[in-house]
C-alpha cells in the first residue's frame, strides 16, 4: 500500500468545502479512508487546520474535526531532524519544505497537493488530487 502525505490546502479544500477543489480533494480523502492508501499529514498541518476551523467554526468544532482526522490520518512528525532537513532544500516557501522533508522521514511515496509546482524541488514526488487518484486506482 502507498504511503502519502496530504498538504494542507487539500484536507482544507474537504473541511471549508472550498469550490472547485473539494470534489477530487475528498476523492483522494476517500481513498484514505476506504484503505487504498496509507495516509499522513505533517505535524505542522494539523495545527494550521485546527487554527483554521477553530478561527471559523470554534474551538469545539476544531476539537472534533481534528479528533475525526486523527482516526483517519497518521502523523508525520516534524523534529529538529526535519526541519534541517528542509533548510537544505531548494524551495523559496520554508513551509512546503518542511512539509516535503517531513514526507521523506515518514517513508511516504507521494504528496498530494493541489500546488505540485511549489514541491518541484521535492525529494517525495508531488500530485495533484487528480493524479494522486489515477495511482490510487492501482
Known amino acids: 500500500m502507498k504511503r502519502v502525505l ?13 469550490q472547485p477543489f473539494v470534489g ?4 483522494a ?15 505542522h498541518s494539523v495545527t494550521t487546520v485546527y487554527y ?11 476539537q472534533r474535526v481534528i479528533s475525526a482526522i486523527l482516526g483517519v490520518f497518521g502523523v508525520a512528525s516534524v523534529d529538529a531532524s526535519v526541519i534541517h532537513a528542509a533548510r537544505q532544500l531548494p524551495f523559496s516557501d520554508f513551509e512546503d519544505a518542511v512539509t516535503a522533508a517531513a514526507a521523506q522521514s515518514a517513508g511516504c511515496e507521494y504528496i498530494v497537493t493541489r500546488d505540485p509546482k511549489g514541491f518541484r524541488h521535492s525529494p517525495v ?5 487528480e493524479a494522486a487518484l489515477r495511482i490510487f486506482a492501482l
Open 24 to 27: 477530487e480533494s475528498a476523492a
Open 125 to 129: 514526488r508531488p500530485l495533484s488530487p
Open 29 to 43: 480523502w476517500a481513498a484514505v479512508e476506504t484503505g487504498r492508501t496509507a495516509g499522513v499529514l505533517a505535524a
Open 6 to 18: 496530504f498538504d494542507a490546502n487539500v484536507v482544507l479544500d474537504v473541511l471549508l468545502d472550498r
Open 52 to 62: 483554521l476551523l477553530q478561527k471559523q467554526n470554534g474551538r469545539a468544532n476544531a
